[in-house]
């Protein structure tokens, strides 16, 4: 039996903001479901929200929100009461596995068009101590480890993400402190390319490491902000992308998923992250990649690069280069036209500026990453488009304890592009 | 809308409180309160070594036995936290570090604590034991480990002491 066809036909992002004075949790989720709508009637359809006829939300985290059960009450103000809506958190990973929960939803047939939408807004938790926001959104971050074993001692997410990077370190000798900084370098300069983006920045090596410390080696440039934002999706099955005589449909040709042992002392070798090689492999299968190659087999991969270190694991990971050299790739390509993870390199990684650039609305930032992979596709990604030769595209999403969740998305321009 | 936009912002704590059992868990943490023990789990089938315990082997699914592992390990990886959540801002700089002790097979996040705290001396490889706090409530904050060459030290504090 040949796989049911699933593309996506619609995409809305909001601005990726520090805060939103002006807007709720559910009054940014109304935004970016509004420019969805209007995209997908701007790609050939004539939809309003009436005709959506599920919802699956990606929301990682309660107490950002103040808000046990999030997602009804969004169900609520997008007008889709009477409908069906679930709800999917996985830390930072929440937004692939939403949209590969949303897949499911229509590839399985319970829908032919399914709104994937994912929101954040962290920054109205408040420390009263040092009278701003980011404390305490580490602090409700920090739930996230295990609340007996490792939150007591002070985990969060950097020294979370900075254990593996450390061991990967000690093991291959890579990333160093330079090449980390380069990812800096690469994602806040693409930002500045991208409208959308919270952190567009100029800065050197220099001035990455240079930046303030925040967990050893980790400096203030090699992490994201913490972003509030929402992004959404419509996605469509094959008969109503026929039906809505949709132009230019992204159909979605893998979706792999994994989550790893959330007790990073319980892993084999600790530099790893191994969901994501276990999520990017059951992907390039579903799409009939792969993995060995899969550098030359798409146009971009948008990345979750939350900390620098990480980015250069997953270059790693996802197969872009052997273990060991994802480092190297970035550092010696610099200002290299057409080589490396640049803007203009071979495989160019985060052309949308990725977490650093951009921001990093938990929920959101998988959904929107996927779709800036879709506009890519559609050569409609604006001053940040690369070049679409291969007609394919990923989307990686990593996150939770240990980041234990991850999620992988291809995607391709073409129906029965492999 | 054509009138100017003014925010406005409501103060609010949400606040629970806990009594939560441990479990199957619970002998490990009577052992660090009472005994100043570390008591890992080693499965009855494949002989895994399980710390944090669990009394059920997630590999078998057979159980674990408990088993008195030894106080003092080796640091797996390690980092010193300069900037962090509004629980512990006032603690930085504070290292923790993943411990395997040794006879474990998993490592165990703890608080390394050093009279030096420098990302060389607490690096992957370094020898460390557990202090006890004098105080304990059976719970992980009532340990956490130091380079060997300044246990003694740690020890002659008098909010602290070794194990058995």
């Given at each position: 039996?040949?796989?049911?066809?699933?593309?996506?036909?619609?995409?809305?992002?909001?601005?990726?903001?520090?805060?939103?004075?002006?807007?709720?949790?559910?009054?940014?989720?109304?935004?970016?479901?509004?420019?969805?709508?209007?995209?997908?009637?701007?790609?050939?359809?004539?939809?309003?929200?009436?005709?959506?006829?599920?919802?699956?939300?990606?929301?990682?985290?309660?107490?950002?929100?103040?808000?046990?059960?999030?997602?009804?009450?969004?169900?609520?103000?997008?007008?889709?009461?009477?409908?069906?809506?679930?709800?999917?958190?996985?830390?930072?990973?929440?937004?692939?596995?939403?949209?590969?929960?949303?897949?499911?939803?229509?590839?399985?047939?319970?829908?032919?068009?399914?709104?994937?939408?994912?929101?954040?807004?962290?920054?109205?938790?408040?420390?009263?101590?040092?009278?701003?926001?980011?404390?305490?959104?580490?602090?409700?971050?920090?739930?996230?480890?295990?609340?007996?074993?490792?939150?007591?001692?002070?985990?969060m997410a950097a020294s979370s993400y900075v254990?593996?990077?450390?061991?990967?370190?000690?093991?291959?000798?890579?990333?160093?402190?330079?090449?980390?900084?380069?990812?800096?370098?690469?994602?806040?300069?693409?930002?500045?390319?991208?409208?959308?983006?919270?952190?567009?920045?100029?800065?050197?090596?220099?001035?990455?490491?240079?930046?303030?410390?925040i967990c050893?080696?980790f400096?203030?440039?090699?992490c994201?902000?913490?972003?509030?934002?929402?992004?959404?999706?419509?996605?469509?099955?094959?008969?109503?992308?026929?039906?809505?005589?949709?132009?230019?449909?992204?159909?979605?040709?893998?979706?792999?998923?994994?989550?790893?042992?959330?007790?990073?002392?319980?892993?084999?070798?600790?530099?790893?992250?191994?969901?994501?090689?276990?999520?990017?492999?059951?992907?390039?299968?579903?799409?009939?990649?792969?993995?060995?190659?899969?550098?030359?087999?798409?146009?971009?991969?948008?990345?979750?690069?939350?900390f620098?270190?990480?980015?250069?694991?997953?270059?790693?990971?996802?197969?872009?280069?052997?273990?060991?050299?994802?480092?190297?790739?970035?550092?010696?390509?610099?200002?290299?036209?057409?080589?490396?993870?640049?803007?203009?390199?071979?495989?160019?990684?985060?052309?949308?500026?990725?977490?650093?650039?951009?921001?990093?609305?938990?929920?959101?930032?998988?959904?929107?990453?996927?779709?800036?992979?879709?506009?890519?596709?559609?050569?409609?990604?604006?001053?940040?488009?690369?070049?679409?030769?291969?007609?394919?595209?990923?989307?990686?999403?990593?996150?939770?304890?240990?980041?234990?969740?991850?999620?992988?998305?291809?995607?391709?321009?073409?129906?029965?592009?492999? | 809308?054509?009138?100017?936009?003014?925010?406005?912002?409501?103060?609010?704590?949400?606040?629970?409180?806990?009594?939560?059992?441990?479990?199957?868990?619970?002998?490990?943490?009577?052992?660090?309160?009472?005994?100043?023990?570390?008591?890992?789990?080693?499965?009855?089938?494949?002989?895994?070594?399980?710390?944090?315990?669990?009394?059920?082997?997630?590999?078998?699914?057979?159980?674990?036995?408990?088993?008195?592992?030894?106080?003092?390990?080796?640091?797996?990886?390690?980092?010193?936290?300069?900037?962090?959540?509004?629980?512990?801002?006032?603690?930085?700089?504070?290292?923790?570090?993943?411990?395997?002790?040794?006879?474990?097979?998993?490592?165990?996040?703890?608080?390394?604590?050093?009279?030096?705290?420098?990302?060389?001396?607490?690096?992957?490889?370094?020898?460390?034991?557990?202090?006890?706090?004098?105080?304990?409530?059976?719970?992980?904050?009532?340990?956490?480990?130091?380079?060997?060459?300044?246990?003694?030290?740690?020890?002659?504090?008098?909010?602290?002491?070794?194990?058995?």
């Open positions: 039996m040949s796989k049911p066809k699933v593309a996506i036909i619609g995409v809305g992002i909001t601005p990726f903001k520090a805060r939103y004075l002006d807007k709720t949790y559910f009054e940014l989720a109304y935004d970016a479901t509004k420019l969805a709508i209007e995209d997908t009637n701007k790609n050939g359809a004539n939809i309003t929200h009436k005709d959506l006829e599920s919802t699956v939300y990606g929301i990682y985290n309660e107490l950002f929100e103040r808000q046990f059960m999030p997602d009804i009450f969004i169900n609520s103000y997008i007008g889709m009461n009477n409908k069906p809506g679930t709800r999917i958190a996985a830390g930072g990973a929440t937004g692939g596995y939403t949209v590969r929960m949303a897949y499911s939803e229509v590839a399985s047939g319970l829908s032919d068009l399914c709104l994937c939408l994912g929101v954040e807004k962290c920054n109205d938790c408040y420390d009263e101590q040092t009278g701003v926001t980011t404390p305490e959104v580490l602090n409700a971050i920090a739930y996230s480890a295990d609340m007996t074993y490792e939150y007591p001692m002070g985990m254990s593996m990077v450390n061991a990967h370190y000690e093991e291959f000798g890579n990333p160093t402190e330079e090449q980390m900084a380069h990812v800096s370098v690469k994602n806040h300069g693409n930002a500045m390319l991208n409208p959308k983006a919270q952190s567009p920045m100029e800065v050197t090596v220099e001035d990455v490491m240079n930046s303030r410390i050893y080696p400096k203030l440039l090699d994201c902000l913490y972003s509030e934002a929402s992004a959404a999706l419509i996605l469509a099955s094959e008969e109503k992308v026929k039906e809505l005589k949709i132009e230019k449909p992204i159909w979605i040709t893998g979706v792999g998923a994994a989550n790893t042992d959330c007790f990073i002392g319980n892993r084999e070798d600790m530099g790893r992250l191994y969901s994501n090689i276990y999520a990017a492999k059951a992907a390039y299968k579903m799409a009939e990649l792969d993995y060995n190659k899969i550098k030359n087999q798409i146009d971009l991969a948008e990345l979750h690069d939350a620098s270190g990480q980015e250069v694991i997953s270059y790693e990971e996802l197969g872009f280069v052997p273990f060991g050299e994802g480092g190297s790739w970035i550092e010696r390509t610099f200002e290299k036209s057409g080589e490396g993870p640049w803007l203009d390199g071979e495989l160019p990684c985060c052309p949308s500026g990725g977490l650093i650039g951009c921001g990093h609305a938990v929920g959101a930032t998988g959904i929107m990453s996927t779709g800036e992979a879709v506009l890519q596709l559609r050569e409609e990604a604006g001053k940040h488009q690369v070049p679409i030769e291969k007609g394919r595209a990923i989307s990686h999403s990593i996150g939770g304890p240990g980041a234990a969740y991850a999620a992988v998305i291809v995607m391709a321009n073409k129906e029965g592009l492999k | 809308m054509t009138e100017k936009f003014q925010d406005h912002q409501i103060r609010d704590i949400l606040k629970i409180n806990y009594k939560y059992t441990m479990g199957g868990q619970s002998k490990f943490f009577i052992e660090v309160m009472k005994n100043k023990k570390l008591f890992g789990t080693k499965c009855t089938k494949c002989g895994k070594t399980w710390m944090p315990p669990r009394i059920n082997c997630s590999d078998c699914y057979e159980p674990a036995d408990w088993v008195e592992l030894n106080q003092a390990g080796t640091i797996n990886v390690s980092t010193i936290v300069w900037y962090t959540t509004s629980a512990f801002i006032k603690a930085v700089p504070y290292g923790i570090g993943f411990i395997k002790l040794d006879g474990a097979e998993t490592s165990l996040l703890q608080g390394i604590f050093s009279e030096n705290l420098v990302p060389s001396k607490i690096k992957k490889g370094k020898r460390v034991k557990a202090v006890f706090n004098k105080e304990r409530e059976g719970k992980m904050t009532d340990f956490f480990f130091v380079p060997e060459d300044e246990y003694e030290n740690w020890i002659s504090k008098p909010e602290y002491e070794g194990g058995v």
